[in-house]
Each structure stands twice: as C-alpha cells, then as structure tokens.
C-alpha cells in the first residue's frame, strides 16, 4: 500500500468515527478529482465553521488539497491549493492534514524528487 493509498484509508476511517452518530451524511468530490481507481476526493478533517479540508488525486495521480464550506455541496464552494515546491508527477503534491478554528491547515507535500516535507498555511 503506497503512501496516498494509506491516507485515504486513514481518512476514510476518521470520517467514518465522527459521522457514524451523525443524522445527515452528505457526499461530494471535489472538482478536478479522478474516476480511476487510487483516484477521488478525501475528506481529512473538519473545523467548527464547517470548513472541511482534504485532498484528491487527479486523473494523472497528482495529488492536490481542497478547502470547501457550506457543506461541500457546490463545485464553487472547492478551494484548491498547492505547497509551493510541491511536485506534479504521479503520487506527488500536497496532502492536507489538519485546519483548526483560525483557518491555519498543517499540511505535507510531496516534491518532485519524492521527498516528503510539511508546512503551516495560514489565512
């Protein structure tokens, strides 16, 4: 199991805890996201406004973070954003991790020569 692979699992089964005694599931993809296998949007966290951060891997693999509000019920309510040095090759980009209430996300990306690093983006 690849790096991406274990992080959606991980997702998924975090998602799964905090919505397992929720009343309302909603589902989405974020707009960009794959249709392959490997592919698609995850959800990884979720602040007290609502905002929920994640990450999908794109038709070619490339991995890229979204922020999205008011449910994630529209395409333009979908902000995507790269690291700076982040790669753009197959198993490669920015991997969201974790926003709290000030909208500060603690993120990991992937450069181009597959060496993992973190990084705080603020509002």
């Not at 707009?31 to 698609?40: E, H, K």
């Amino acid at each position: 199991m690849n790096r991406l692979q274990l992080c959606k699992v991980v997702g998924v089964v975090f998602l799964a805890c905090g919505l397992a005694s929720a009343q309302h599931i909603t589902t989405f993809e974020a707009p960009g996201a794959g249709t392959s296998s490997g592919q698609g949007s995850s959800g990884i966290s979720i602040n007290l406004e609502g905002r929920v951060l994640g990450f999908f891997a794109d038709s070619n693999n490339v991995v890229h973070t979204f922020l999205c509000g008011a449910g994630c019920t529209s395409p333009r309510t979908f902000t995507t954003f790269e690291a700076p040095d982040a790669g753009t090759g197959a198993n490669q980009g920015t991997l969201a991790s974790s926003i709290n209430l000030e909208g500060e996300i603690s993120e990991n990306y992937i450069d181009a020569s597959g060496v993992n690093h973190g990084f705080l983006r603020t509002p």
